[in-house]
């Protein structure tokens, strides 16, 4: 049993409010990733359940037990950091197998987890070499193959994959991704980048100002934001937000464009911006969709990314960004009729910044 409960959590720095009253259940088994804009008190909230920071109210069990006061490593807790935090003298073997001979471990035992460690990560060929000798990426696995050495309840990762280039981010999102499975414990994941919150995470827990904005699945997040905050946070390209009025059944842009809502979607008149993602605005085919609106626009700018393109076009008076298929764009300054999954758009009261 290795879930995590943190109850009214809080952590001041001086006058500085960090962690406001923030309340989280992850359960055992379970990929938890906290993610939010610099300064939104992720880090510390990860530190505190390591017990890196002390708490200033609140509680945090894991495993069924108050380990709220308890010292570090009395938490039975693994944790992956940014920087490595190898040491230089030791080569690989002996930085993975650190922890376990500082509590005596036998050493038949020690063998057996570092080399297990070794096979998982790939690095079992670099076990005597040392960390001057390695590349960001295999000493990132290093750090991996410490903490997973320890069979942990819980474990931790602050922010492990900002030092590395982007191939190499892509290459150990798969491979914490492949650990997660293979082990099957419980993992919280630190970082400000949402392609890793949603490509690895069973729940996303999005902070903002020392607070929860929201808890849920990936998709969750991104389909059903409760807030303009989240749906601008998650999604790339961001999503599109338009100043508009909402009067009976139709979406009124500022340049007098009109959307109409699908059947059995409902909103009360009134001021209202309209949010649309790049990829539900496509370019028209021959008739719209159930649901969809086609309207005339002019291409800006295009910027292709390989099979897709983003292309940038006035909509409602201001720029908006859409993408296409990479065939299907020409030059700037291209006529182009537009087609837009009113399904899919979100509405937000301008007033509270929720969604309707």
């Known amino acids: 049993m290795s ?28 990929f938890t990733v906290l993610v939010g804009p610099s300064g939104c008190g992720k880090s510390t909230l990860l530190r505190t359940i390591a017990g890196l920071e002390e708490a200033s109210a609140g509680t945090v069990e894991i495993g069924g037990k108050d380990v709220t006061w308890a010292r570090p490593r009395d938490r039975d807790i693994a944790m992956v950091f940014q920087n490595y935090a190898l ?54 696995r290093v750090a991996i193959g410490r903490a997973i050495v320890r069979d942990a309840l819980l474990f931790l990762f602050d922010e492990p994959l900002s030092n590395l280039d982007a191939q190499l981010r892509d290459d150990m999102r798969i491979e914490i991704k492949r650990l997660h499975q293979e082990l099957g414990r419980t993992m919280i994941y630190v970082t400000h980048d949402q392609i890793e919150a949603m490509t690895l995470a069973d729940r996303i827990a999005l902070l903002r100002d020392g607070k929860i904005e929201q808890l ?3 998709l969750d997040l991104f389909e059903r934001p409760a807030t303009r905050f989240v749906a601008g946070f ?26 109409t809502l699908p059947p059995g979607r409902s909103a009360p008149d009134g001021q209202a911006v309209l949010g649309l993602r790049p990829q539900h605005i496509a370019k028209a085919g021959a008739s719209a969709a159930p649901g969809h609106v086609q309207t005339q626009s002019i291409i800006e700018l295009v910027q292709p990314t390989g099979s897709r393109v983003q292309v940038s076009m006035p909509l409602g008076g201001i720029s908006i960004t859409a993408e296409f298929a990479a065939h299907e764009v020409t030059m700037p300054g291209e006529q182009v009729r537009i087609d837009i999954d009113m399904t899919r758009a979100v509405l937000i009261d301008p007033q509270t910044d929720k969604v309707i």
């Open 216 to 218: 849920g699945t990936p």
């Open 234 to 259: 998650l999604g790339s390209p961001k999503m599109n937000f338009l100043p508009a009025t909402i009067e009976a059944g139709q979406v009124a842009l500022r340049d007098g464009t009109r959307l």
């Open 3 to 30: 879930d995590l409960k943190i109850t009214g959590l809080h952590k001041h720095y001086g006058t500085y409010h960090a962690v406001k009253g923030i309340d989280l259940e992850v359960p055992s088994g379970e």
């Open 87 to 140: 040491y230089p003298y030791l080569n690989v073997y002996e930085n993975i197998a650190f922890g376990l001979r500082a509590r005596r471990v036998a050493s038949a035992e020690v063998d057996r987890r570092v080399k297990r460690a070794a096979d998982m990560l790939g690095i079992s060929q670099l076990l005597e070499r040392f960390p001057r000798e390695l590349s960001g990426g295999q000493r990132q």
